[in-house]
Protein backbone atom coordinates (compact mmCIF):
# COMPACT_ATOMS: atom_id res chain seq x y z
CA UNK A 1 0.00 0.00 0.00
CA UNK A 2 2.07 3.38 -0.82
CA UNK A 3 1.56 5.90 1.18
CA UNK A 4 1.75 9.06 -0.14
CA UNK A 5 2.10 12.91 1.33
CA UNK A 6 0.96 15.91 0.54
CA UNK A 7 4.00 17.62 0.29
CA UNK A 8 4.89 21.57 2.11
CA UNK A 9 5.70 24.30 -0.05
CA UNK A 10 9.26 23.91 -1.56
CA UNK A 11 11.40 26.74 -2.70
CA UNK A 12 13.67 26.70 -5.46
CA UNK A 13 17.16 27.68 -4.93
CA UNK A 14 18.39 27.65 -8.52
CA UNK A 15 17.38 26.49 -11.95
CA UNK A 16 21.29 25.95 -13.42
CA UNK A 17 21.59 25.35 -17.30
CA UNK A 18 22.10 21.93 -19.22
CA UNK A 19 22.11 18.50 -17.96
CA UNK A 20 24.26 16.69 -19.82
CA UNK A 21 23.01 13.21 -20.48
CA UNK A 22 25.40 11.66 -20.91
CA UNK A 23 28.42 13.32 -19.07
CA UNK A 24 31.83 12.25 -18.95
CA UNK A 25 32.91 9.80 -16.64
CA UNK A 26 34.89 10.25 -14.08
CA UNK A 27 37.00 7.48 -16.01
CA UNK A 28 39.34 7.98 -18.64
CA UNK A 29 36.35 6.72 -21.38
CA UNK A 30 33.16 9.00 -21.62
CA UNK A 31 29.82 7.75 -20.48
CA UNK A 32 28.47 5.83 -23.34
CA UNK A 33 25.57 8.02 -24.98
CA UNK A 34 21.81 6.99 -23.04
CA UNK A 35 19.65 5.20 -25.54
CA UNK A 36 17.91 7.17 -28.15
CA UNK A 37 14.40 6.95 -26.25
CA UNK A 38 13.98 6.17 -22.95
CA UNK A 39 9.83 6.19 -21.76
CA UNK A 40 11.30 6.77 -18.16
CA UNK A 41 8.35 5.56 -16.11
CA UNK A 42 6.27 3.90 -19.15
CA UNK A 43 4.46 1.74 -16.86
CA UNK A 44 2.78 4.94 -16.10
CA UNK A 45 1.68 5.81 -19.33
CA UNK A 46 -1.30 4.94 -20.61
CA UNK A 47 -0.62 2.11 -24.07
CA UNK A 48 -2.11 -1.07 -25.65
CA UNK A 49 -0.59 -3.84 -24.00
CA UNK A 50 0.37 -6.67 -26.67
CA UNK A 51 0.48 -9.55 -24.01
CA UNK A 52 -1.36 -12.70 -24.84
CA UNK A 53 -1.39 -15.25 -27.18
CA UNK A 54 1.19 -15.23 -29.98
CA UNK A 55 2.01 -17.74 -32.71
CA UNK A 56 5.89 -18.85 -32.31
CA UNK A 57 7.88 -20.83 -34.97
CA UNK A 58 11.31 -22.69 -34.27
CA UNK A 59 14.50 -21.64 -36.23
CA UNK A 60 17.23 -23.60 -34.86
CA UNK A 61 19.20 -22.69 -38.16
CA UNK A 62 18.52 -19.18 -38.44
CA UNK A 63 16.81 -19.95 -42.04
CA UNK A 64 15.29 -16.64 -41.63
CA UNK A 65 18.28 -15.05 -41.44
CA UNK A 66 20.46 -16.41 -43.77
CA UNK A 67 20.36 -19.07 -46.14
CA UNK A 68 23.12 -21.84 -46.32
CA UNK A 69 25.88 -20.18 -47.50
CA UNK A 70 25.30 -17.37 -45.54
CA UNK A 71 23.45 -15.38 -48.23
CA UNK A 72 20.26 -13.31 -47.63
CA UNK A 73 17.45 -15.80 -46.28
CA UNK A 74 14.25 -17.46 -48.73
CA UNK A 75 11.69 -16.07 -49.02
CA UNK A 76 10.24 -19.20 -48.05
CA UNK A 77 11.49 -18.99 -44.46
CA UNK A 78 11.02 -15.13 -43.72
CA UNK A 79 8.35 -15.22 -41.08
CA UNK A 80 8.62 -11.37 -40.69
CA UNK A 81 6.73 -10.66 -44.42
CA UNK A 82 3.62 -9.15 -43.94
CA UNK A 83 1.83 -12.00 -45.90
CA UNK A 84 -0.63 -14.09 -45.47
CA UNK A 85 0.76 -17.99 -46.62
CA UNK A 86 -2.08 -19.39 -47.92
CA UNK A 87 -3.25 -16.25 -50.26
CA UNK A 88 0.52 -16.19 -51.45
CA UNK A 89 0.27 -20.32 -52.49
CA UNK A 90 -2.88 -19.42 -53.63
CA UNK A 91 -0.86 -16.44 -56.45
CA UNK A 92 1.30 -19.48 -57.70
CA UNK A 93 -0.22 -23.19 -56.52
CA UNK A 94 2.13 -24.52 -59.32
CA UNK A 95 5.32 -23.58 -57.30
CA UNK A 96 4.58 -21.19 -54.31
CA UNK A 97 5.49 -23.11 -50.91
CA UNK A 98 6.55 -21.90 -47.67
CA UNK A 99 8.38 -23.51 -44.85
CA UNK A 100 6.91 -21.54 -42.38
CA UNK A 101 2.64 -20.12 -41.74
CA UNK A 102 2.35 -17.98 -38.60
CA UNK A 103 -1.04 -18.13 -39.40
CA UNK A 104 -1.25 -22.06 -38.13
CA UNK A 105 1.52 -21.77 -36.29
CA UNK A 106 1.24 -23.19 -32.19
CA UNK A 107 0.63 -20.06 -29.94
CA UNK A 108 2.11 -19.49 -26.38
CA UNK A 109 0.85 -16.94 -23.97
CA UNK A 110 3.48 -13.52 -23.50
CA UNK A 111 4.90 -12.84 -21.72
CA UNK A 112 6.93 -15.89 -20.35
CA UNK A 113 10.12 -17.82 -21.16
CA UNK A 114 9.09 -20.52 -23.70
CA UNK A 115 10.99 -23.44 -22.06
CA UNK A 116 7.26 -23.37 -20.07
CA UNK A 117 5.50 -22.86 -23.32
CA UNK A 118 5.72 -26.84 -24.62
CA UNK A 119 7.16 -29.38 -22.80
CA UNK A 120 9.57 -29.80 -26.58
CA UNK A 121 10.88 -26.00 -25.78
CA UNK A 122 12.54 -27.12 -22.38
CA UNK A 123 15.46 -26.80 -23.43
CA UNK A 124 15.09 -24.93 -26.82
CA UNK A 125 18.18 -22.46 -26.66
CA UNK A 126 18.32 -20.44 -30.20
CA UNK A 127 16.43 -18.28 -32.53
CA UNK A 128 12.67 -18.14 -32.29
CA UNK A 129 9.75 -16.31 -34.08
CA UNK A 130 6.66 -14.74 -32.32
CA UNK A 131 4.14 -13.17 -34.40
CA UNK A 132 0.80 -11.16 -33.45
CA UNK A 133 -1.71 -9.00 -35.26
CA UNK A 134 -3.33 -5.68 -33.42
CA UNK A 135 -5.43 -3.26 -34.08
CA UNK A 136 -3.75 0.39 -33.99
CA UNK A 137 -5.27 3.85 -33.09
CA UNK A 138 -4.39 5.98 -35.73
CA UNK A 139 -1.38 7.89 -34.28
CA UNK A 140 -2.40 11.54 -35.55
CA UNK A 141 0.10 14.03 -34.92
CA UNK A 142 1.20 11.71 -31.77
CA UNK A 143 4.31 9.73 -31.90
CA UNK A 144 4.35 5.62 -31.32
CA UNK A 145 6.55 3.27 -29.92
CA UNK A 146 7.06 -0.44 -29.16
CA UNK A 147 8.14 -0.62 -25.14
CA UNK A 148 9.50 -4.34 -24.57
CA UNK A 149 10.56 -4.50 -20.73
CA UNK A 150 12.73 -7.27 -21.57
CA UNK A 151 13.65 -9.53 -24.46
CA UNK A 152 16.15 -12.46 -23.50
CA UNK A 153 18.83 -12.51 -25.28
CA UNK A 154 18.88 -10.53 -28.25
CA UNK A 155 16.08 -9.23 -30.65
CA UNK A 156 15.07 -7.92 -34.02
CA UNK A 157 11.56 -6.38 -34.42
CA UNK A 158 9.80 -6.20 -37.62
CA UNK A 159 6.03 -3.93 -38.23
CA UNK A 160 4.53 -5.06 -41.25
CA UNK A 161 7.09 -6.64 -42.86
CA UNK A 162 10.08 -3.73 -42.39
CA UNK A 163 12.76 -4.16 -39.47
CA UNK A 164 12.03 -1.22 -36.97
CA UNK A 165 14.41 -2.12 -34.63
CA UNK A 166 16.65 -4.05 -32.39
CA UNK A 167 17.95 -5.10 -28.97
CA UNK A 168 20.77 -6.78 -27.01
CA UNK A 169 20.56 -7.94 -23.54
CA UNK A 170 17.88 -10.24 -21.46
CA UNK A 171 16.73 -7.84 -18.62
CA UNK A 172 16.85 -4.26 -19.57
CA UNK A 173 13.97 -2.11 -21.32
CA UNK A 174 13.82 -0.82 -25.04
CA UNK A 175 11.47 1.21 -26.84
CA UNK A 176 11.49 1.50 -30.22
CA UNK A 177 9.33 4.69 -32.48
CA UNK A 178 7.23 2.73 -35.29
CA UNK A 179 4.76 5.10 -36.05
CA UNK A 180 6.07 5.45 -39.35
CA UNK A 181 5.58 1.69 -40.45
CA UNK A 182 2.03 1.10 -38.37
CA UNK A 183 -1.38 1.81 -40.50
CA UNK A 184 -5.06 2.23 -39.49
CA UNK A 185 -6.46 -1.41 -38.59
CA UNK A 186 -4.59 -4.24 -38.77
CA UNK A 187 -1.01 -4.41 -37.86
CA UNK A 188 1.53 -7.19 -37.90
CA UNK A 189 4.71 -7.56 -35.63
CA UNK A 190 6.60 -10.23 -35.82
CA UNK A 191 9.66 -10.94 -33.22
CA UNK A 192 13.37 -12.67 -33.83
CA UNK A 193 14.06 -13.75 -30.26
CA UNK A 194 17.76 -15.39 -30.23
CA UNK A 195 18.05 -16.69 -26.23
CA UNK A 196 21.93 -17.97 -27.47
CA UNK A 197 25.04 -16.95 -25.37
CA UNK A 198 28.46 -17.08 -26.49
CA UNK A 199 31.82 -16.36 -25.00
CA UNK A 200 31.18 -12.31 -25.88
CA UNK A 201 27.81 -12.15 -24.85
CA UNK A 202 26.58 -10.96 -21.13
CA UNK A 203 26.35 -13.24 -19.45
CA UNK A 204 28.86 -15.19 -21.35
CA UNK A 205 27.36 -18.85 -22.13
CA UNK A 206 27.86 -20.56 -18.64
CA UNK A 207 25.58 -19.33 -15.66
CA UNK A 208 24.24 -21.30 -12.68
CA UNK A 209 20.54 -20.20 -13.75
CA UNK A 210 18.18 -21.38 -16.91
CA UNK A 211 17.83 -20.58 -20.37
CA UNK A 212 14.69 -18.41 -19.72
CA UNK A 213 15.11 -17.29 -23.69
CA UNK A 214 11.80 -15.00 -24.85
CA UNK A 215 10.03 -12.13 -24.32
CA UNK A 216 9.73 -12.40 -20.44
CA UNK A 217 8.21 -9.20 -19.53
CA UNK A 218 5.44 -7.07 -21.19
CA UNK A 219 5.35 -5.43 -24.67
CA UNK A 220 2.58 -2.36 -24.77
CA UNK A 221 2.27 0.12 -27.56
CA UNK A 222 2.59 3.59 -26.32
CA UNK A 223 1.44 6.99 -28.10
CA UNK A 224 3.24 10.29 -27.00
CA UNK A 225 2.72 13.81 -27.89
CA UNK A 226 5.13 15.22 -30.74
CA UNK A 227 7.22 16.15 -28.23
CA UNK A 228 6.92 13.89 -24.70
CA UNK A 229 9.15 14.02 -21.16
CA UNK A 230 11.64 10.88 -22.02
CA UNK A 231 13.48 11.06 -18.65
CA UNK A 232 12.85 12.34 -15.47
CA UNK A 233 14.33 11.59 -11.75
CA UNK A 234 15.23 13.35 -8.47
CA UNK A 235 16.98 12.14 -6.05
CA UNK A 236 17.72 13.54 -2.16
CA UNK A 237 21.39 14.84 -1.52
CA UNK A 238 23.47 14.67 1.63
CA UNK A 239 23.16 18.09 1.76
CA UNK A 240 19.76 18.42 1.70
CA UNK A 241 18.65 19.39 -1.33
CA UNK A 242 16.51 17.23 -3.27
CA UNK A 243 18.10 17.78 -7.20
CA UNK A 244 17.26 15.79 -10.44
CA UNK A 245 16.16 16.81 -14.18
CA UNK A 246 13.83 16.15 -17.30
CA UNK A 247 14.65 15.61 -20.88
CA UNK A 248 12.31 16.40 -23.27
CA UNK A 249 12.20 14.61 -26.36
CA UNK A 250 10.59 16.12 -30.06
CA UNK A 251 10.73 18.90 -32.15
CA UNK A 252 9.96 21.77 -29.29
CA UNK A 253 12.44 20.11 -26.86
CA UNK A 254 14.35 22.92 -26.71
CA UNK A 255 13.77 26.10 -24.37
CA UNK A 256 10.38 24.79 -22.83
CA UNK A 257 8.36 25.89 -20.36
CA UNK A 258 8.41 22.49 -17.61
CA UNK A 259 7.39 22.38 -14.30
CA UNK A 260 7.66 19.43 -11.38
CA UNK A 261 5.39 18.95 -8.28
CA UNK A 262 6.07 16.80 -5.50
CA UNK A 263 2.94 15.42 -3.50
CA UNK A 264 0.39 18.41 -3.86
CA UNK A 265 2.80 21.19 -3.50
CA UNK A 266 3.04 24.33 -5.76
CA UNK A 267 4.43 22.80 -9.49
CA UNK A 268 7.78 24.64 -9.52
CA UNK A 269 8.71 25.89 -13.25
CA UNK A 270 11.63 25.50 -15.06
CA UNK A 271 12.58 26.08 -18.34
CA UNK A 272 14.24 23.97 -20.82
CA UNK A 273 18.05 24.53 -22.30
CA UNK A 274 18.70 23.94 -26.30
CA UNK A 275 19.10 20.05 -25.59
CA UNK A 276 15.95 19.49 -23.99
CA UNK A 277 17.56 19.19 -20.62
CA UNK A 278 16.09 20.78 -17.21
CA UNK A 279 17.47 20.50 -13.83
CA UNK A 280 16.79 20.54 -10.80
CA UNK A 281 17.65 21.84 -7.55
CA UNK A 282 15.27 22.10 -4.63
CA UNK A 283 16.47 22.92 -1.16
CA UNK A 284 13.79 19.85 0.72
CA UNK A 285 11.50 21.18 3.06
CA UNK A 286 11.89 20.16 6.83
CA UNK A 287 8.89 18.36 6.85
CA UNK A 288 10.00 15.72 4.01
CA UNK A 289 9.15 12.10 5.69
CA UNK A 290 11.96 10.18 4.51
CA UNK A 291 11.81 6.75 2.73
CA UNK A 292 12.99 4.04 4.86
CA UNK A 293 12.19 -0.02 5.13
CA UNK A 294 10.22 0.85 8.15
CA UNK A 295 8.24 3.87 6.77
CA UNK A 296 8.31 3.20 2.34
CA UNK A 297 6.97 6.80 2.54
CA UNK A 298 6.23 7.42 -1.68
CA UNK A 299 5.39 10.82 -3.35
CA UNK A 300 3.26 11.25 -6.49
CA UNK A 301 6.13 13.67 -8.23
CA UNK A 302 3.57 15.22 -11.25
CA UNK A 303 5.96 16.07 -14.46
CA UNK A 304 4.69 18.56 -16.79
CA UNK A 305 5.73 19.41 -20.71
CA UNK A 306 3.03 20.95 -22.49
CA UNK A 307 0.60 18.68 -23.31
CA UNK A 308 2.47 15.69 -22.08
CA UNK A 309 2.47 14.93 -18.05
CA UNK A 310 4.25 11.73 -15.88
CA UNK A 311 3.51 11.05 -12.65
CA UNK A 312 6.13 8.59 -11.11
CA UNK A 313 6.20 7.50 -7.11
CA UNK A 314 9.57 8.41 -5.59
CA UNK A 315 10.33 7.91 -2.51
CA UNK A 316 13.23 10.58 -0.84
CA UNK A 317 16.24 8.91 1.52
CA UNK A 318 20.13 9.20 1.62
CA UNK A 319 22.28 5.99 1.77
CA UNK A 320 26.50 6.22 2.25
CA UNK A 321 28.95 4.53 3.55
CA UNK A 322 31.46 5.87 6.41
CA UNK A 323 33.98 4.54 7.24
CA UNK A 324 32.61 0.70 7.91
CA UNK A 325 29.21 1.70 8.55
CA UNK A 326 26.45 1.70 5.83
CA UNK A 327 24.41 4.96 6.56
CA UNK A 328 20.46 4.89 5.68
CA UNK A 329 19.00 9.00 6.28
CA UNK A 330 22.16 9.28 8.19
CA UNK A 331 21.75 6.72 10.92
CA UNK A 332 23.92 3.07 10.76
CA UNK A 333 21.85 0.23 9.38
CA UNK A 334 22.52 -3.67 9.02
CA UNK A 335 21.45 -5.15 5.65
CA UNK A 336 19.02 -7.83 6.78
CA UNK A 337 18.95 -9.38 3.57
CA UNK A 338 18.40 -12.37 1.40
CA UNK A 339 19.30 -13.30 -2.37
CA UNK A 340 17.05 -13.81 -5.10
CA UNK A 341 16.39 -15.09 -9.43
CA UNK A 342 14.11 -13.62 -11.06
CA UNK A 343 11.99 -17.12 -10.88
CA UNK A 344 8.13 -17.06 -9.31
CA UNK A 345 6.64 -19.53 -7.05
CA UNK A 346 5.97 -23.24 -8.67
CA UNK A 347 7.30 -26.04 -10.82
CA UNK A 348 7.40 -24.99 -14.15
CA UNK A 349 8.68 -21.16 -13.37
CA UNK A 350 9.11 -18.91 -16.45
CA UNK A 351 9.94 -15.50 -15.60
CA UNK A 352 6.31 -14.56 -15.41
CA UNK A 353 6.56 -12.49 -12.23
CA UNK A 354 3.00 -10.59 -11.83
CA UNK A 355 2.51 -8.86 -9.04
CA UNK A 356 1.13 -11.41 -7.23
CA UNK A 357 3.92 -13.83 -8.24
CA UNK A 358 6.47 -10.70 -7.03
CA UNK A 359 4.57 -10.09 -3.70
CA UNK A 360 4.32 -13.85 -2.62
CA UNK A 361 8.38 -13.52 -2.87
CA UNK A 362 9.14 -10.20 -0.51
CA UNK A 363 6.53 -11.05 1.66
CA UNK A 364 8.66 -13.96 2.41
CA UNK A 365 11.66 -11.81 2.75
CA UNK A 366 10.07 -8.97 4.83
CA UNK A 367 7.43 -11.03 7.12
CA UNK A 368 8.73 -14.32 6.99
CA UNK A 369 12.85 -13.71 7.43
CA UNK A 370 11.99 -10.19 9.13
CA UNK A 371 14.38 -8.98 6.48
CA UNK A 372 15.15 -5.58 4.56
CA UNK A 373 16.92 -6.03 1.74
CA UNK A 374 17.01 -8.17 -1.40
CA UNK A 375 20.03 -8.84 -3.79
CA UNK A 376 18.46 -8.88 -6.68
CA UNK A 377 20.29 -11.37 -8.73
CA UNK A 378 22.40 -11.49 -10.98
CA UNK A 379 20.87 -9.12 -13.54
CA UNK A 380 18.38 -6.72 -13.56
CA UNK A 381 14.90 -7.59 -12.48
CA UNK A 382 11.59 -6.51 -13.41
CA UNK A 383 10.72 -2.88 -12.93
CA UNK A 384 7.51 -4.05 -10.79
CA UNK A 385 9.79 -5.75 -8.61
CA UNK A 386 12.28 -2.94 -7.91
CA UNK A 387 8.83 -0.45 -7.44
CA UNK A 388 7.16 -3.08 -5.48
CA UNK A 389 10.37 -3.08 -3.31
CA UNK A 390 9.53 0.82 -2.75
CA UNK A 391 6.33 0.12 -1.91
CA UNK A 392 6.50 -2.79 0.69
CA UNK A 393 10.14 -1.52 2.01
CA UNK A 394 13.11 -3.53 0.61
CA UNK A 395 16.02 -1.93 0.38
CA UNK A 396 17.70 -3.68 -3.09
CA UNK A 397 21.05 -4.80 -4.64
CA UNK A 398 20.73 -4.14 -8.31
CA UNK A 399 22.97 -5.75 -10.53
CA UNK A 400 23.87 -6.68 -14.15
CA UNK A 401 24.68 -9.96 -15.61
CA UNK A 402 28.95 -9.73 -15.95
CA UNK A 403 29.29 -13.46 -14.59
CA UNK A 404 32.14 -16.28 -13.97
CA UNK A 405 34.35 -15.94 -17.15
CA UNK A 406 33.22 -13.16 -19.12
CA UNK A 407 35.64 -12.05 -21.97
CA UNK A 408 37.12 -9.25 -20.20
CA UNK A 409 39.58 -8.03 -23.06
CA UNK A 410 36.58 -7.52 -25.66
CA UNK A 411 35.84 -3.85 -26.30
CA UNK A 412 32.51 -5.00 -27.58
CA UNK A 413 31.62 -7.57 -24.70
CA UNK A 414 32.48 -3.99 -22.54
CA UNK A 415 30.39 -2.03 -24.81
CA UNK A 416 27.75 -3.94 -24.09
CA UNK A 417 28.06 -4.51 -20.45
CA UNK A 418 28.42 -0.40 -20.13
CA UNK A 419 25.13 -0.30 -22.44
CA UNK A 420 23.49 -2.60 -20.11
CA UNK A 421 25.05 -0.82 -17.05
CA UNK A 422 23.34 2.58 -18.34
CA UNK A 423 20.12 1.03 -19.32
CA UNK A 424 19.42 0.01 -16.04
CA UNK A 425 20.13 2.46 -13.11
CA UNK A 426 18.23 5.15 -16.21
CA UNK A 427 15.48 2.95 -16.24
CA UNK A 428 15.49 2.33 -11.78
CA UNK A 429 16.98 5.03 -10.53
CA UNK A 430 13.57 7.01 -8.96
CA UNK A 431 13.45 3.77 -6.86
CA UNK A 432 14.14 4.72 -3.70
CA UNK A 433 14.59 1.45 -2.44
CA UNK A 434 17.86 0.71 -4.62
CA UNK A 435 20.91 1.57 -2.56
CA UNK A 436 23.43 -0.82 -4.32
CA UNK A 437 24.24 -0.73 -8.14
CA UNK A 438 26.88 -3.95 -8.35
CA UNK A 439 28.85 -4.19 -11.73
CA UNK A 440 29.39 -7.94 -11.25
CA UNK A 441 29.57 -11.38 -9.66
CA UNK A 442 32.19 -13.43 -8.80
CA UNK A 443 34.83 -12.76 -11.48
CA UNK A 444 38.63 -13.66 -11.73
CA UNK A 445 41.02 -10.71 -10.76
CA UNK A 446 43.10 -10.23 -13.95
CA UNK A 447 44.43 -7.06 -15.17
CA UNK A 448 41.45 -7.17 -18.25
CA UNK A 449 38.80 -7.28 -15.74
CA UNK A 450 39.84 -4.72 -13.55
CA UNK A 451 40.07 -2.73 -16.17
CA UNK A 452 36.49 -3.75 -17.09
CA UNK A 453 35.11 -3.98 -13.88
CA UNK A 454 36.93 -0.64 -12.99
CA UNK A 455 35.42 0.99 -15.93
CA UNK A 456 31.84 0.08 -15.32
CA UNK A 457 31.81 1.13 -11.51
CA UNK A 458 33.22 5.14 -12.83
CA UNK A 459 29.87 4.72 -15.25
CA UNK A 460 27.56 3.92 -12.32
CA UNK A 461 28.96 6.31 -10.12
CA UNK A 462 29.20 9.13 -12.78
CA UNK A 463 25.76 8.01 -13.71
CA UNK A 464 24.43 7.87 -10.06
CA UNK A 465 26.84 8.85 -7.63
CA UNK A 466 23.57 8.93 -4.72
CA UNK A 467 24.09 4.95 -4.23
CA UNK A 468 26.90 2.79 -3.28
CA UNK A 469 28.41 0.73 -6.15
CA UNK A 470 29.64 -2.67 -5.13
CA UNK A 471 30.53 -5.94 -6.63
CA UNK A 472 30.36 -9.92 -5.29
CA UNK A 473 33.71 -10.55 -5.02
CA UNK A 474 35.74 -13.87 -5.22
CA UNK A 475 37.94 -14.17 -1.94
CA UNK A 476 41.18 -16.08 -0.84
CA UNK A 477 41.51 -19.28 1.20
CA UNK A 478 44.29 -19.93 3.35
CA UNK A 479 45.35 -22.01 6.31
CA UNK A 480 46.75 -19.89 9.38
CA UNK A 481 47.79 -21.51 12.99
CA UNK A 482 45.55 -24.29 11.95
CA UNK A 483 42.00 -22.56 11.21
CA UNK A 484 41.09 -21.08 8.01
CA UNK A 485 41.80 -17.52 7.27
CA UNK A 486 39.88 -15.81 3.90
CA UNK A 487 40.91 -12.62 2.71
CA UNK A 488 39.31 -10.23 0.45
CA UNK A 489 42.16 -9.07 -1.50
CA UNK A 490 41.05 -8.17 -4.33
CA UNK A 491 42.21 -4.46 -6.30
CA UNK A 492 38.77 -3.80 -7.22
CA UNK A 493 37.63 -2.91 -3.84
CA UNK A 494 39.40 0.43 -4.37
CA UNK A 495 36.77 1.32 -6.72
CA UNK A 496 33.87 0.38 -4.27
CA UNK A 497 31.98 1.82 -1.83
CA UNK A 498 30.82 -1.69 0.14
CA UNK A 499 33.09 -4.63 -0.18
CA UNK A 500 30.33 -8.11 -0.75
CA UNK A 501 32.11 -11.81 -0.29
CA UNK A 502 30.43 -14.56 -1.67
CA UNK A 503 31.61 -17.88 0.93
CA UNK A 504 30.90 -21.33 0.72
CA UNK A 505 33.13 -22.79 3.12
CA UNK A 506 31.01 -26.31 4.30
CA UNK A 507 29.50 -27.04 1.48
CA UNK A 508 31.87 -26.49 -1.14
CA UNK A 509 35.25 -27.78 -0.64
CA UNK A 510 36.80 -30.31 2.22
CA UNK A 511 36.38 -27.90 5.53
CA UNK A 512 33.68 -29.22 7.47
CA UNK A 513 31.14 -27.06 9.92
CA UNK A 514 33.57 -27.05 12.78
CA UNK A 515 36.19 -25.68 10.58
CA UNK A 516 33.40 -22.88 9.45
CA UNK A 517 32.81 -21.53 12.75
CA UNK A 518 36.60 -20.93 13.48
CA UNK A 519 37.50 -19.38 10.54
CA UNK A 520 38.58 -15.42 10.69
CA UNK A 521 37.99 -12.58 8.07
CA UNK A 522 40.96 -10.28 6.84
CA UNK A 523 39.98 -7.03 4.17
CA UNK A 524 40.96 -4.29 3.05
CA UNK A 525 40.28 -1.30 6.12
CA UNK A 526 37.81 1.47 6.45
CA UNK A 527 35.06 0.18 3.74
CA UNK A 528 32.00 -1.46 4.93
CA UNK A 529 31.39 -5.11 3.88
CA UNK A 530 28.92 -7.30 3.76
CA UNK A 531 28.45 -11.57 2.68
CA UNK A 532 26.61 -11.15 -1.05
CA UNK A 533 26.43 -15.09 -0.43
CA UNK A 534 26.66 -17.93 1.11
CA UNK A 535 24.55 -21.11 1.16
CA UNK A 536 24.19 -24.96 0.88
CA UNK A 537 21.54 -27.16 -0.75
CA UNK A 538 18.52 -29.19 0.80
CA UNK A 539 16.12 -30.85 -0.25
CA UNK A 540 13.17 -29.93 1.02
CA UNK A 541 11.76 -33.00 3.02
CA UNK A 542 14.83 -34.73 3.33
CA UNK A 543 16.02 -35.37 6.75
CA UNK A 544 18.72 -37.37 8.67
CA UNK A 545 18.90 -35.68 12.10
CA UNK A 546 21.60 -38.83 13.06
CA UNK A 547 24.82 -37.13 11.20
CA UNK A 548 25.95 -34.07 8.85
CA UNK A 549 24.46 -35.23 5.86
CA UNK A 550 24.71 -32.82 2.73
CA UNK A 551 21.35 -32.23 0.94
CA UNK A 552 19.29 -32.74 4.42
CA UNK A 553 18.01 -29.89 5.98
CA UNK A 554 19.45 -30.60 9.05
CA UNK A 555 22.78 -29.88 7.76
CA UNK A 556 21.94 -26.60 5.68
CA UNK A 557 20.10 -25.42 9.04
CA UNK A 558 23.51 -26.15 10.87
CA UNK A 559 25.84 -24.49 7.79
CA UNK A 560 23.18 -21.28 8.62
CA UNK A 561 23.97 -21.48 12.22
CA UNK A 562 27.76 -21.91 12.24
CA UNK A 563 28.38 -19.55 9.04
CA UNK A 564 26.07 -16.96 11.04
CA UNK A 565 28.01 -17.68 14.29
CA UNK A 566 31.78 -17.02 12.29
CA UNK A 567 29.93 -14.00 10.63
CA UNK A 568 29.05 -12.16 14.16
CA UNK A 569 32.88 -12.12 14.55
CA UNK A 570 33.78 -9.91 11.52
CA UNK A 571 34.45 -6.45 12.74
CA UNK A 572 33.31 -4.65 9.62
CA UNK A 573 30.61 -6.87 8.38
CA UNK A 574 27.54 -4.63 7.79
CA UNK A 575 24.84 -7.28 6.14
CA UNK A 576 23.95 -10.19 4.12
CA UNK A 577 22.38 -11.46 1.07
CA UNK A 578 22.70 -15.56 1.73
CA UNK A 579 22.02 -17.81 -1.07
CA UNK A 580 19.04 -17.97 -1.81
CA UNK A 581 15.15 -17.41 -1.10
CA UNK A 582 14.34 -20.14 -2.84
CA UNK A 583 15.40 -23.26 -5.37
CA UNK A 584 15.49 -21.90 -8.71
CA UNK A 585 16.26 -23.89 -11.92
CA UNK A 586 19.74 -24.53 -13.28
CA UNK A 587 21.00 -27.18 -15.74
CA UNK A 588 24.33 -27.51 -13.71
CA UNK A 589 22.13 -29.19 -11.09
CA UNK A 590 21.68 -32.98 -12.32
CA UNK A 591 21.91 -35.26 -9.11
CA UNK A 592 18.98 -37.42 -9.88
CA UNK A 593 18.17 -37.77 -6.52
CA UNK A 594 18.56 -34.49 -4.92
CA UNK A 595 18.32 -31.69 -7.86
CA UNK A 596 16.79 -32.68 -11.02
CA UNK A 597 17.90 -29.56 -13.08
CA UNK A 598 17.26 -27.30 -9.96
CA UNK A 599 19.81 -25.77 -7.63
CA UNK A 600 18.78 -26.75 -4.19
CA UNK A 601 20.20 -23.36 -1.91
CA UNK A 602 16.62 -22.06 -1.57
CA UNK A 603 15.28 -21.54 2.38
CA UNK A 604 12.38 -22.52 0.42
CA UNK A 605 11.69 -25.19 -2.28
CA UNK A 606 10.50 -24.00 -5.38
CA UNK A 607 6.56 -24.20 -4.58
CA UNK A 608 7.31 -22.12 -1.90
CA UNK A 609 7.49 -24.82 1.11
CA UNK A 610 10.27 -23.30 4.34
CA UNK A 611 13.31 -25.64 5.02
CA UNK A 612 14.81 -26.00 8.57
CA UNK A 613 17.25 -23.17 7.23
CA UNK A 614 14.63 -20.59 7.13
CA UNK A 615 13.91 -20.16 10.53
CA UNK A 616 17.46 -19.91 11.82
CA UNK A 617 17.85 -16.79 9.66
CA UNK A 618 14.64 -15.19 10.39
CA UNK A 619 14.97 -15.61 14.19
CA UNK A 620 18.74 -14.35 13.87
CA UNK A 621 17.35 -11.46 11.83
CA UNK A 622 14.85 -10.82 14.26
CA UNK A 623 17.76 -10.68 16.63
CA UNK A 624 19.63 -7.81 14.45
CA UNK A 625 16.22 -5.81 13.96
CA UNK A 626 17.24 -3.19 16.71
CA UNK A 627 20.77 -2.79 14.49
C1 LIG B 1 27.94 -18.87 -7.03
C2 LIG B 1 27.12 -17.99 -7.94
C3 LIG B 1 25.64 -18.33 -7.91
C4 LIG B 1 25.49 -19.83 -7.84
C5 LIG B 1 25.99 -20.24 -6.47
C6 LIG B 1 25.94 -21.77 -6.30
O1 LIG B 1 28.52 -18.11 -6.07
O2 LIG B 1 27.26 -16.60 -7.66
O3 LIG B 1 25.04 -17.82 -9.11
O4 LIG B 1 24.14 -20.23 -8.02
O5 LIG B 1 27.33 -19.84 -6.25
O6 LIG B 1 26.97 -22.40 -6.53
O7 LIG B 1 24.87 -22.28 -5.95
Redesign the pocket.
Known amino acids: MRRTLAILALTLTCAAPALAQSSTSSASAPLPAAPAVLLTDAINRPGQDLSGLWAYSTDLYRTAETDINGRPPAPRAMRYRDISVDAEVAKKPDTEFFEFDMDKAPKAALPGAWNAAEPELRWFDGLMWYQRHFTAEAAGNRRAFLRFEAVNYRVKVYVNGQLAGQHEGGFTPFSIEVGKLLRAGDNQVTIGVDSTHDATTVPPTV???DIYGGVTRPIRLIYTPETFIDDEFLHLDLDGHIRGGMHLNGASAGNRDVSVKIGAGKAIALKTDGNGDAKIDITAPKGLKLWSPDSPTLYDVTFTAGNDTLTDHIGFRTIQARGTDILLNGKPIFLRGI?M?EEEFGSNPARRMTPEAIRALLTEVKEGLHGNFVRL??YPHSELTTRMADEMGLMIWSEIPV??SVDFGNEKTLSTARHMLAENILRDRNRASIIVWSVG??TPNTPERNRFLATLADDARARDGTRLISA?LLVSHNMKDGHIEMAIDDPLVEHLDLMAA?T?NG??GDDTLADVAKETWTMPAGKPMIF??F?A?ALAGFHDATRPVKFTEEYQAEFYRRTLAMADRIPALRGMSP??LKD?Q?P??QHPVYQNGW?R?GLMSETGVRKEAFDVLANYYIGKEKD
Open positions: TDWSHAHYWNEANYWYSEGDWIFSRRNK
